[in-house]
Each structure stands twice: as structure tokens, then as C-alpha cells.
């Protein structure tokens, strides 16, 4: 993941595997539960949408096949706690 989001050039990125809470969930089979916190310039502007939206497309191959839930949190730099 950490690789495919390098595309939005992050001042700032948390990864949080999740997995483990959702042991014998339905889907957990099909793929992680992940967290995420990411910092970036490509965000100033856009909307929570587009800016999940982003996040998708960087990550859309494992969402196809490793990611099942994904939890997002996209600020821009101005938004980002010191």
C-alpha cells in the first residue's frame, strides 16, 4: 500500500492493519481491514470524495484482491494536527 499511495506524494502516511479485529468476519477472507492516515499537497482543495477517490485509484489493484475494508482519513497539509 505504502508503495502504490507514494503517487500522492505524502508528507505523512499511517497504515494500520486491522486484520485480526475482524477474524471470522464474513469477508475477512477475501482480504485486510486497514487503516489509513494520509497527509498530502494533492489534496489541498478537493473534497472529502475526490479525495478518497484518490485514494482508490492509487490502490485499486489491491482492492480488487487484498483489501476488504478500508478506513481513510485525507487531510492536507494545512488540516494535519502539528
Same mark, same amino acid.
Given at each position: 500500500?505504502?508503495?502504490?499511495?507514494?503517487?500522492?506524494?505524502p508528507l505523512k502516511l499511517e497504515i494500520e492493519d486491522e486484520s485480526a479485529?475482524?477474524?471470522?468476519?464474513?469477508?475477512?477472507? !477475501?482480504?485486510?481491514?486497514?487503516? +489509513? *492516515?494520509i497527509v498530502a499537497p494533492a489534496f489541498a482543495g478537493a473534497s472529502r470524495l475526490a479525495r478518497h477517490r484518490m485514494v482508490y485509484d492509487a490502490l485499486l489493484p489491491l482492492m480488487q484482491h !487484498?483489501?476488504?475494508?478500508?478506513? +481513510? *482519513?485525507?487531510?492536507?497539509?494545512?488540516?494535519?494536527?502539528?
Open positions: 500500500m505504502q508503495e502504490r499511495l507514494a503517487v500522492l506524494a479485529r475482524h477474524a471470522g468476519h464474513a469477508g475477512a477472507a !477475501g482480504g485486510g481491514h486497514y487503516r +489509513i *492516515t !487484498g483489501i476488504h475494508a478500508l478506513a +481513510i *482519513t485525507a487531510l492536507s497539509p494545512d488540516e494535519a494536527p502539528n
